[in-house]
């Protein structure tokens, strides 16, 4: 069955490091995205891309960046860890425009910043 | 951009009782308006979703209905049991690929 999947699904690294969350899809999704959820603040919209080569910032794009080199991947990179980036991250996957639009998340990672 | 109010914020009801969860955006142009629940420790899951063109939809237990001129969208939980509890996202696509804003989330608590 397609799916979107995440990895790690825990992560505890320390102030200042660069850290890497992967995210790969099955449906030959075009859009991907990257969320962050904090307790009060609902999910937050960090970047997204539209297809491959193609990137934009969402939101709370400060102290992250993505990359998309093909249409499964979109890994998403803390440059410099902060305390504040402690968070769960989601990442989705949706179809294009015109069609079913619907978003489809993976299971999430807990991140901890020390 | 687009910007999507939710309230309450924490809701809760007995068990059979209704829910009503409500939604505003500030964008014109969206249109499209899914709602996800998301259990303790789980992923966001698509509950129902509706688009501009419909005023409402009904898939059992739970409807949501869409006013455009208001630019508010609500989801409605009837005989609501303990299963539900859950806090619950409604969002707006926004731009030109059907990009998700979300609002904060409503902690639903159904109480048996």
């Known amino acids: 069955d397609a799916e979107i999947t995440q990895s790690p699904r825990h992560k505890i690294t320390e102030t200042g490091r660069q850290v890497t969350l992967a995210c790969h899809q099955t449906?030959?999704?075009?859009?991907m995205f990257w969320y962050r959820q904090d307790l009060g603040h609902g999910l937050r919209l960090i970047h997204y891309s539209y297809g491959v080569q193609d990137t934009n910032k969402g939101e709370v794009s400060d102290g992250y960046s993505v990359s998309r080199s093909n249409t499964e991947d979109l890994p998403l990179t803390l440059e410099s860890a902060a305390s504040s980036q402690t968070s769960v991250y989601f990442c989705?996957?949706?179809?294009?425009?015109?069609?079913?639009?619907?978003?489809?998340f993976g299971q999430g990672t807990r991140l901890t910043v020390v | 951009g687009e910007n999507v109010e939710q309230h309450p914020s924490t809701l809760s009801v007995q068990e059979g009782d209704s829910a009503v969860i409500k939604c505003t955006y500030s964008?014109?142009?969206?249109?499209?308006f899914p709602w996800y629940k998301q259990e303790l420790g789980k992923r966001p899951q698509l509950i129902i979703d509706i688009r501009s063109n419909v005023g409402e939809k009904k898939d059992q237990r739970i409807a949501v209905t869409l006013n455009k001129t208001a630019k508010h969208f609500s989801l409605h939980i009837t005989e609501t049991q303990p299963e539900d509890s859950a806090v619950y996202f409604c969002a707006a696509s926004w731009g030109s690929q059907g990009n998700l804003i979300f609002g904060k989330g409503t902690k639903l608590s159904v109480k048996p």
């Open positions: 989705a996957s949706s179809l294009d425009r015109g069609m079913n639009t619907e978003a489809f």
């Open positions: 964008d014109s142009a969206s249109n499209y």
């Open positions: 449906w030959n999704h075009n859009n």
